[in-house]
T-cell receptor
Framework: AQTVTQSQPEMSVQEAETVTLSCTYD???????LFWYKQPPSRQMILVIR??????QNATENRFSVNFQKAAKSFSLKISDSQLGDAAMYFC????????FGAGTRLTVKP | DTAVSQTPKYLVTQMGNDKSIKCEQN?????MYWYKQDSKKFLKIMFS???????INETVPNRFSPKSPDKAHLNLHINSLELGDSAVYFC?????????????FGQGTRLTVV
């Protein structure tokens, strides 16, 4: 099964600044998907962004974008113009037949 | 319309009791999961079902028994509850469609064993 590693347990960013959350994964499959989920204190799992492994172009969703490096098996999330509402746990996930998660990164946004 | 719904949202029970958590999805997805999120927020896959058939059982104690009466439902029954079972349990469903995959989560059930 695939494994996902998030090496930053906590990150902090000033409001309106940019922050990058790191994620690496390992899978023997060539066809898979990568996700970033946000979990605010409400505990709801909210999909932030999705990347198909067969696509070379990096996915973007408004202020959120990814840097997908397939050869390096790296999938980082960049949050631009950070807002107070971005404060949450962020989970990286890899999907191939089932979804596996990293340990998460707690993001704090300072006003 | 809630895509993936779990009940109950909160569950407080005594050690040794048996309890169930229900999950339903109205997305027509073939695959459903149970995840356990511990106090350190780590999300661990417990079970995966595809079209009512068990696909994954990740070294979960036998006290945990999933049941899928149809592909829209995946319930989790826990026997002889222990203190270490206290966690948030998430149900999720996913589908691989037209070259894209989507996955949705329920709101989670916070189980507290006292």
């Amino acid at each position: 099964a695939q494994t996902v590693t998030q090496s930053q347990p906590e990150m902090s960013v000033q409001e309106a600044e940019t922050v990058t959350l790191s994620c690496t994964y390992d899978t023997s499959e060539s066809d898979y998907y990568l996700f970033w989920y946000k979990q605010p204190p409400s505990r709801q799992m909210i999909l932030v962004i999705r990347q198909e492994a067969y696509k070379q172009q990096n996915a973007t969703e408004n202020r959120f974008s990814v840097n997908f490096q397939k050869a390096a098996k790296s999938f980082s999330l960049k949050i631009s113009d950070s807002q107070l509402g971005d404060a949450a746990m962020y989970f990286c996930a890899c999907y191939n037949n089932d979804m596996r998660f990293g340990a998460g990164t707690r993001l704090t946004v300072k006003p | 319309d809630t895509a993936v719904s779990q009940t109950p949202k909160y569950l407080v029970t005594q050690m040794g009791n048996d309890k169930s958590i229900k999950c339903e999805q109205n997305l027509g997805h073939d695959t459903m999961y149970w995840y356990k999120q511990d106090s350190k927020k780590f999300l661990k896959i417990m079970f995966s079902y595809n079209n009512k058939e068990l696909i994954i059982n990740e070294t979960v104690p036998n006290r945990f028994s999933p049941k899928s009466p149809d592909k829209a439902h995946l319930n989790l029954h826990i026997n002889s509850l222990e203190l270490g079972d206290s966690a948030v349990y998430f149900c999720a469903s996913s589908e691989w469609r037209g070259g894209r995959t989507e996955a949705f989560f329920g709101q989670g059930t916070r189980l507290t064993v006292v």
